[in-house]
């Protein structure tokens, strides 16, 4: 089923351990597995098809019949008007489209497949609902740090429960690329920098879309992406060339996506990077070797928006021929946008340059897909008008986007226990442009969801307080620009204010897709209006609202109440009111660093050490590894967040050794000092201190979220085993080798805790 030669990419990447598993009986094992159940029915059917009706199976367009989001959120193409997409369906031309404009585009445009077309073969609807359809969730990378997979689990099941009313059997959702440079503006959509957090968050987004079972009409398939390393763009740049080690792939960038593969997912996206040369869309060593061979996968890989077309301009293909052979020859079974393989499979096929049964296998996956999604026997399973208004903006949905907005607040600072408000005998001033209105509430990369129907800050604390005229809001600036007279506005606000929430941070258009940033500030003209807000000399809340980790600075950085706030969808203002007056405790933590300058990225906790590490952070030594005048750490770093308690970590135990097969317990004392209740994020850490291959400074190996009451303490306690101290060693296999350990149970990725010492023994 697969073709088991050696890629270009796989010589450049360990030729002899690739070369050794494509010769395994391991591998033949595997692929004997990885078969996709195909009914009866489907050779039968494909018997029935010719060449170009195969190729139009493995062809999705986006839908004529589209909203506005869904075409500016995709790049302008000529495509066909409805009526001539329609005529597409009758040909068989079209496997499905995708972000079409609900149940009854979809309607007609089965009616027209199964009514029509020559062999009644069902459409497969495709939509990107990443953190929402109706309802919005917040963006994926805020939702991360809630640190509550669950929550991930459920806020993508009812975006399947919504998504699934409205016709959409397939959603281009989770990303799960790691992502180490906040430049990058696509870091909003996964779930941040690190390994451990990426992979749970992973597979529970998995889970939720797909539910149990993909027949349920309450259900959608995902779609793992981007493969691979998208998240490893030199410089953060969109789109831009990825030249990493295969052991950096394999440790960093390649276990998100095989967590999906193990949790079920059904389809892959290719990424836009090349790899050391090679395009992930024509990556064969990617596609076949790595995630159908060594993982197997058994579903289908869909290109990305024109991905295939994009070889032309990296070079790697002369036209689009070739491009349409390299692409599919590689494991890439469906095209997006291009119309590349309707166009060229079936002249390849007929000059022998693909083989009729590659081409068939990609079919026969496809047709066991929709089989798999119901579609056989009911074509129209998830295509209710009725039911596409009943699921649309429920009370639970409501409530849930509520929790999830609260749960993904990081509290950064809280100097003189600033927080939280009282909800009366406070006059409370809400400056700056994201103080109120219909916008920038929702975040990036919605298509189905509306502003209109999301709640503001303003309005949600208004709800909140005893009083609400005694909150006042001005504007100050715009997000990019000065307003005229507005930071005089926004001073005589602050005067007349006891308490000033500044409400500041990146627009919704200043992360997402194509949307890299050189310089991770608060725009000029909000710094301009924090510092003048500043030395009025009233409290200030920073109100962060952002898609990356931000380098802050100046007053921002020194106020002494700053909320990471992110994008929190429909409930925004509600879920930002709730834990500024103290409803709700907040509990996330950072899934990103915030780096002390722009001029840190990709600045990432699980660094490398160097052979010149500066001592201390109290003192920068010369000819050591920081930037002049700044320690090489965060300002902020992964895993921070404060809690309206007072948290003590203490009492550490661990024993000495760790048996080869045997296993370790490591427990702390978590103690709540404070006079409120508190959830506590509680992080275990580890450093190998020697190696053949050197190690990251700390990895996160498992986490615990625990509540507290106040004065109340909780042991908490974490199993460590060999197979949790894995590394890939020189020949790019698992392994790991006796020596000292460093543990810590802590706060914060930067954070001391409690830190002791153990050695693994062998035998």
């Known amino acids: 089923m697969f073709d088991t030669k050696i890629s270009r990419r796989a010589a450049l990447l360990g030729a002899g351990a690739v070369a050794a598993w494509v010769s395994s009986p391991a591998r033949a094992l595997l692929e004997a597995a990885a078969q996709l159940p195909v009914p009866a029915f489907v050779d039968g059917l494909m018997a029935k098809m010719t060449l170009a009706e195969k190729a139009g199976q493995l062809t999705l367009m986006p839908s004529a019949w589209g909203g506005g989001v869904a075409t500016q959120l995709n790049p302008p193409t000529s495509g066909p008007g409805f009526e001539q997409q329609l005529e597409e369906v009758r040909e068989m031309q079209l496997t499905g489209v995708f972000n079409g404009n609900g149940a009854e585009m979809a309607r007609r445009m089965q009616t027209v497949a199964m009514k029509e077309s020559r062999l009644k073969i069902p459409l497969l609807f495709a939509a990107d609902v990443i953190h929402g359809h109706r309802t919005i969730f917040p963006v994926p990378v805020g939702e991360a740090a809630s640190f509550e997979p669950d929550l991930a689990e459920r806020t993508a099941r009812m975006a399947s429960y919504e998504g699934a009313a409205s016709g959409i059997d397939w959603t281009f959702a989770p990303m799960v690329d790691i992502a180490r440079d906040q430049r990058w503006g696509r870091t909003m959509e996964g779930a941040g920098e690190d390994v451990h957090l990426g992979v749970l968050m992973a597979e529970a987004r998995v889970r939720g879309f797909q539910r149990p079972d993909l027949k349920a009409i309450d259900s959608m398939m995902a779609c793992a992406k981007h493969f691979a390393a998208y998240g490893a763009a030199e410089a953060g740049l969109d789109y831009n060339t990825v030249d990493v080690s295969e052991r950096t792939l394999r440790e960093i960038y390649f276990p998100p996506f095989r967590a999906a593969v193990n949790a079920g997912v059904m389809s892959f996206m290719a990424s836009f990077n090349e790899i050391s040369g090679v395009p992930s869309t024509g990556n064969e060593w990617l596609m076949r070797d790595i995630l159908r061979g060594e993982w197997g996968f058994e579903g289908f890989v869909v290109s990305d928006y024109t991905g295939d077309m994009e070889m032309i301009d990296h070079g790697f293909a002369k036209d689009s021929r070739e491009a349409a052979k390299l692409a599919f020859l590689a494991g890439v079974d469906m095209s997006m946008t291009s119309g590349f393989y309707r166009k060229h499979l079936p002249e390849l096929v007929e ?124 504007a100050g600036s715009g997000v990019e620009e000065a307003l005229p007279g507005g930071i005089d506005a926004a001073i005589a606000a602050a005067r007349a204010a006891d308490v000033v929430l500044l409400a500041i941070g990146e627009s919704e258009n200043m992360s997402g897709e194509a949307q890299s940033r050189p310089e991770i500030v608060v725009p000029a003209p909000q710094q301009a209006l924090a510092e003048a807000v500043a030395a009025v000399g009233k409290p200030v809340v920073v109100v962060l609202k952002n898609g990356r980790a931000l380098a802050l600075q100046g007053a921002v950085a020194s106020a002494p109440a700053i909320l990471v706030t992110w994008f929190l969808g429909t409930e925004s203002g509600n879920a930002t009111a709730d834990v500024l007056f103290g409803d709700y405790g907040p509990s996330g933590r950072l899934p990103s660093s915030f780096p002390r300058s722009p001029g840190q990225q990709p600045y990432y906790y699980a660094h490398k050490p160097t052979g010149r590490p500066n001592p201390s952070d109290d003192k920068l030594e010369p000819y050591k590894a920081h930037y002049r005048g700044i320690p090489n750490k965060a300002l902020y770093p992964f895993g921070h967040g404060l809690t309206y308690g007072k948290i003590e970590y203490s009492g550490l135990q661990v024993a000495p050794t760790l048996a080869w097969a045997g296993d370790l317990t490591v427990t702390a004392t978590i103690t709540n000092r404070g006079t409120r209740a508190a959830e506590e994020v509680v992080q275990l850490y580890i450093h190998d201190r020697a190696a053949s291959i050197t190690r990251p400074v700390r990895e996160l190996k498992a986490f615990r979220k625990v509540k507290l009451a106040p004065g109340a303490s909780e042991t908490v306690t974490f199993k460590l085993s060999r197979s949790l101290l894995l590394f890939y060693g020189r020949d790019n296999k698992p392994t790991v080798e006796p020596g000292t350990f460093d543990v810590w149970i802590a706060p914060s990725a930067e954070a001391e805790g409690v830190h002791g010492t153990f050695e693994l023994v062998k035998g």
């Not at 600033?418 to 009366?424: M, Q």
């Not at 005998?425 to 975040?443: C, E, V």
């Open 351 to 474: 000059a022998g340059e693909v083989p009729q049964a590659r081409l068939d296998d990609s079919v026969r996956k496809v047709l066991a897909i929709k089989a798999a999604l119901g579609l056989f026997d009911d074509p129209f399973r998830r295509i209710d008008l009725k039911r596409e208004k009943a699921r649309s903006r429920t009370k639970p949905a409501i409530a849930l986007s509520r929790e999830a907005g609260r749960k993904s607040i990081v509290m950064l600072k809280n100097e003189g226990d600033l927080l939280p408000l009282p909800k009366s005998g406070k006059k409370i001033a809400i400056i700056g442009p994201f103080a109120s209105g219909k916008h920038d509430l929702n975040g990036p990369w919605v298509v189905y969801g509306s502003n209109d129907y999301a709640v503001d800050l303003a309005e949600g604390v208004r709800a909140a307080v005893a009083d609400r005229n005694s909150v006042t809001v001005t």
